[in-house]
């Protein structure tokens, strides 16, 4: 069965800080996929990131960067410079054969 | 990434009724899902809507309580039927298209039930 594990359930910085939100996932499955997904106060739900198992490669998109590490099953994110308009809810998912499984969320509040 | 949209974006609804929620696709894809977010919740998955057949549900959730409809590649419909207070949730389509391995969300139906 697979699992998402969010250890995080709120943080709070200050601008201009950096952040980082954990993610642990559990599968016996060797191909899967992880993602990062956003929920601004709005309500829906953006598409940040995708990683399939087989690539460890770290990636950095402006601010943000991503941590991903199967010998430890996290893929952990971080915001560089955090601004206020990152105040959200993050979800962290795995799929495994589009059955997709999404941790707790972390609700993140940058602070002017 | 697919433009969706939900229709309609929320609605209050007494108990004992149902609520048809819309999700239409600008472009086929293969897979159609919906899901539920309960008030300061995770995402669950309800099912996976399949064109030209019934739906597969997840443990917990059944047919007569959400029926789901998929006539074609780039619509669906999920009603929330005998609704009470329990239901009040955001409701989410999502989809996935062919060779993405990835599924993108429409914006939610926001329901309250009263």
């Known amino acids: 069965a697979q699992k998402v594990t969010q250890a995080q359930t709120e943080i709070s910085v200050v601008e201009k800080e950096d952040v980082t939100l954990d993610c642990v996932y559990e599968?016996?499955?060797?191909?899967?996929?992880l993602f990062w997904y956003k929920q601004p106060p709005s309500g829906e739900l953006v598409f940040l990131i995708r990683?399939?198992?087989?690539?460890?490669q770290n990636e950095i998109s402006g601010r943000y960067s991503w941590n991903f590490q199967k010998s430890t099953s996290s893929f952990n994110f971080t915001i560089t410079a955090s601004q206020v308009v990152d105040s959200a809810v993050y979800f962290c998912?795995?799929?495994?054969?589009?059955?997709?499984?999404f941790g707790a969320g972390t609700r993140l509040t940058v602070k002017p | 990434s697919a433009v969706i949209s939900q229709k309609p974006s929320r609605d209050i609804c007494q108990r004992g009724t149902s609520l048809t929620i819309q999700c239409q696709v600008d472009?086929?894809?293969?897979?159609m899902f919906w899901y539920r977010q309960q008030p300061g919740q995770s995402l669950t998955l309800i099912a996976t809507?399949?064109?030209?057949?019934?739906?597969?549900?997840e443990s917990g959730f059944v047919i007569d309580k959400f029926p789901i409809s998929r006539p074609n590649l780039t619509f669906s419909t999920l009603t929330v039927s005998n609704m009470s207070p329990e239901d009040s949730s955001i409701y989410l389509c999502?989809?996935?298209?062919?060779?993405?391995?990835?599924?993108?969300f429409g914006p939610g139906t926001r329901l309250t039930v009263l």
């Open positions: 999502s989809v996935d298209r062919v060779g993405t391995n990835t599924q993108y």
């Open positions: 998912a795995l799929s495994v054969a589009n059955d997709m499984r």
């Open positions: 990683r399939n198992s087989f690539d460890e």
């Open positions: 599968t016996r499955d060797t191909t899967y996929y």
């Open positions: 472009s086929q894809v293969t897979m």
């Open positions: 809507a399949n064109q030209g057949s019934e739906a597969t549900y």
